[in-house]
């Protein structure tokens, strides 16, 4: 009996070690079959690329199919953020991260395209299919396109007399740049059928990262444009300003920030977290998976309340601050849903400086483990500009079309109160019928469009930022877990 038991628990037990081998050596067999796989694609890839170049009618340039492989290659992850970069397109990409370029200043993004999945159809019937277009993020403050009142949501149609209908990012970047004083025509559609073009003489880009002033009451205003290299200094000094002038709540404007720098954002949001987690990154190759977590020499008193804004120009590198002060209960948010882009890139280089790509080798998600990509972040607090009415859209139409507001501000340089309401009694006596306060704010909008150092923020007509500092003036602040 013993000696039977003795042979079942001996073959019990040489199953379960071929069972757990077999798991052992499951992962090792998978990884050596992809690879085995990946050798055999890029064998074939190789005698295509040799048949091509030896059979096509014409000779062919090795470097412009080796540009098209990889521009195609990476096409096909349906990623926008991960691209090829020529050498040429690397000097851009490495204009942008020093801070400095030549062009006309406009943060640019391309809307994925409608799709045609059946199921999503009933969701797009009262939307008009958008042409696939390069869309503006933001127009840099001071910068040509700024003064041409080119705005968020913009689509460029027309570069010079090119349609740029399925232009890439790269492409569309390619012909906005260029030598300072050197000229372009843009042309831009703004909501259904509202079409601009402008003039543009390109000029030396400083990315205007931070800009910073007093509101009364000792609100700190706070405006944040980009995250770059020296933007957490340029914070530094705008917190010791705050503090010299005995401000006791703040305000962050992120409206228009298209991100920018990693590891800028995490030292930002040091000196407002004393504790808690920034931000986590989370790969497919778990060990390089991050948390950055506060490293406790918050500047900021806990005490000051801080509102954040945003809108649908935010993204990236302004929606980790964002979702980091909310998360840790140490903002409110108010304006408008982010934009969503909730993934992290690696610029990886190709030898002999032959270019590079750029990669998106993680996501990342807010303190609370939510990833906004394609989703964006809410606001506690929604805050969005009352919708035009049909007459109102045709009225904006004719003004933006003409130039019109443009046109008045050059002939009036400084326009007094009484100068302003005579203008806007003839707009409404040639039937525009948008309100006082808007057409004033246009006006408004176009001047400081025409000076290279326009105010830091507009408390007449910025309804978004008269309600935050409502908020914190009447005492009504209040942040969940607080």
Known sequence: MKSRERVIWIGVTALLLAFVGAFAVAPALTAESKAAESRRYLDMFSEVFKSVQQNYFETLDPKMLY????????????????????RDELRDLTDITQGEFGGVGLIISKPPEITDDASLKPLLLDVAPAPPYVEVVTSLRGSPAYRAGISAGDRITMIGNESTEGMSIDEVVDKLRGAPGSEVSITVLRGADITKTVQLERAVIEVPDVKYAMIPGGIAYLRISQYTAFTADKVREALDFFKANGYSSMIIDERGNPGGRLSAVVEVADYFLQSGTIVSTRSRIESENQVYAARGDAVVPASFPIIVLIDKGSASAAEILAGAL???????????????????????????????????????????????????ITPDKIVNVPALTAAEEDSLKKLVEANVIESFVRDNAAPSAKVVGDFIAKLHAQGIVLGD?????????????????????????????????????????EVAGQ
């Open 67 to 86: 540009e098209g492989a990889m521009k195609g290659l990476f096409a096909s992850l349906n990623d926008p953020p991960s691209y090829y970069l020529t």
């Open 437 to 477: 306060s808007m057409l004033t704010r246009m006006v408004r909008e176009a001047q400081n469009r025409m000076v290279e150092d326009p105010p830091v923020y507009d408390l007449d007509y910025d309804t978004v930022l008269k309600e935050a500092v409502r908020l914190i003036s009447s005492g009504e602040y």
């Open 326 to 376: 909310h998360d840790n209960h140490r903002a409110l948010l108010m304006g408008e849903t982010s934009f969503g882009k909730g993934s992290v890139q690696q610029v990886f280089f190709l030898p002999d400086g032959e270019g590079a790509f750029k990669l998106t080798t993680a996501k990342y998600y807010t303190p609370d483990g939510i990833n906004i990509d394609k989703i964006g």
